[in-house]
């Protein structure tokens, strides 16, 4: 599930954690989630991790002002697809005062064009029932040219 609530349940070797937080700054709100790995990470899981990071830094290049929403959707889509996976959460979101706003960024929600001082998140994942999600997400401002990662916070494997 993207998006799950927290339980009783001990963290054992071998689990995936995924951590979603944010915090505000001056009223604007901030989001990021990281993956992370207690004790080892099985092969398999290390490649469905490496597939979602290249897509989240694929789609970091192009965000810029003028991009396709859908378009940059359909790209990780199609990825993920080719690769034995389904997209099932948005690509990202806009993100202010609230932490979740217009955009989402989805192929199915149009040609909605991004501009210039927007800020959204890019947030790829795969998630397979009853077994493990990986999501990598950054908080980023559309420039003219380019879009600029607001939230630094590596993204290389982390074993606890």
Avoid: W
């Avoid at 998140?121 to 999501?135: L, V």
Wanted: proline share 2%.
């Amino acid at each position: 599930m993207p998006h799950t609530a927290p339980t009783d349940r001990k963290i054992e070797s071998g689990d995936i954690i995924t951590i979603d937080f944010g915090c505000k700054y001056k009223g604007y709100s901030s989001d990021m989630t990281r993956t992370i790995f207690v004790d080892f990470i099985q092969d398999y899981i290390k490649s469905v991790y490496d597939l979602v990071l290249k897509n989240q830094e694929l789609t970091l290049k192009e965000y810029y002002d003028g991009a396709n929403i859908r378009v940059l959707s359909r790209m990780v889509e199609n990825d993920f697809k080719l690769n034995g996976f389904d997209f099932v959460h948005a690509l990202g979101h806009g993100v202010g005062l609230d932490i979740h706003e217009e955009p989402v960024i989805s192929s199915r929600r149009g040609d909605f064009i991004l501009r210039e001082n927007m800020v959204i998140t890019d947030e790829p994942g795969i998630y397979i029932s009853g077994k493990f999600g990986i999501r990598i997400e950054d908080t980023v401002l559309i420039g003219k040219n380019g879009a600029e990662v607001l939230t630094r916070s590596s993204k290389d494997y982390v074993i606890i």
